[in-house]
């Protein structure tokens, strides 16, 4: 199946520097999203280590399946998400050896989404807050639950998602790269039909703009990924820009 991709990373127009990062590889059908926190430049680096770590270890694994895994392998989910789960594993490996490196990178962390695709299935896998939806048929579908203080007083009926948008702990993740070395990862698989599309996206493009205006714009490009891509970034400009914002969009054709 053909995959076109577009994808946008942004300043935003509160923030200095931009402590997202995305990791694009057609060849292995990989493609990432990380948001990194810390002070001073952690979470820049954070997140740039995490995607390089995990794009090592899928291209690696991509030619040899007798390599040595570091994880083992677990036997509930395919051969593929088994190296997109190992990978993000791997990865927050390399982000705990970095924060022991230096002082200044202590506490660092990322969230993660990621894609990893097989011939129509797509491995999907993120530990943070940062997303994957599904847009198909002209509606829009998060895929993924977030990691976060909120969306868990959301499940336990503590607070509304109205009130999480604005809630003043929106940011607090529960669980990222870089926080402990028995990470969980959730991962899941799902089959693709030719006209939808995923979107991975960091937490700067959903705290501006909700799922009914991101499924305005997708609607709105009529199929066109590059344009949605533009539009949904500089809505989320227009909406504040309160944080950094990365979107991916991919597209599956026959």
Request: proline fraction near 2%; charged fraction near 25%; charge should be negative.
């Amino acid at each position: 199946m053909k995959i076109t991709c577009e994808a946008r990373s942004d300043v935003g127009r509160k923030r200095k520097g931009n402590e997202d990062a995305l990791f694009l590889n057609p060849g292995q059908k990989l493609y990432v999203v990380a948001d990194g926190m810390g002070g001073h430049a952690a979470g820049e680096v954070a997140s740039r280590v995490a995607v390089d770590a995990i794009n090592e270890f899928v291209t690696l694994t991509g030619g040899n399946e007798e390599i040595t895994w570091p994880f083992g392998l677990d036997d509930s989910i395919s051969y593929e998400g088994n190296r997109l789960k190992t990978a993000i594993r791997h990865a927050n490996r390399r982000v705990l050896e970095a924060t022991r490196e230096s002082a200044e990178y202590e506490g660092m962390a990322t969230t993660v989404a990621a894609v990893l695709v097989d011939g129509t299935t797509a491995n999907l896998a993120h530990v943070g807050d940062s997303r994957i939806y599904l847009w198909s048929g002209g509606a829009i579908s998060q895929l993924t639950s977030d990691h976060s203080w909120v969306n868990e007083q959301i499940q336990s009926g503590v607070i509304s998602p109205e009130q999480a948008r604005n809630h003043p702990l929106r940011n607090v993740v529960t669980r990222a790269l870089g926080g402990r070395s028995d990470l969980l990862v959730d991962i899941q698989s799902r089959r693709m039909d030719p006209g939808e599309v995923l979107l991975l996206c960091s937490d700067g493009l959903t705290t501006m703009i909700g799922d009914e205006e991101i499924a305005r714009i997708l609607g709105e490009a009529e199929g066109d990924v590059a344009r949605a891509a533009t539009a949904l970034v500089q809505e989320a400009n227009d909406r504040g820009g309160e944080d950094n914002i990365t979107v991916v969009l991919l597209k599956f054709e026959e």
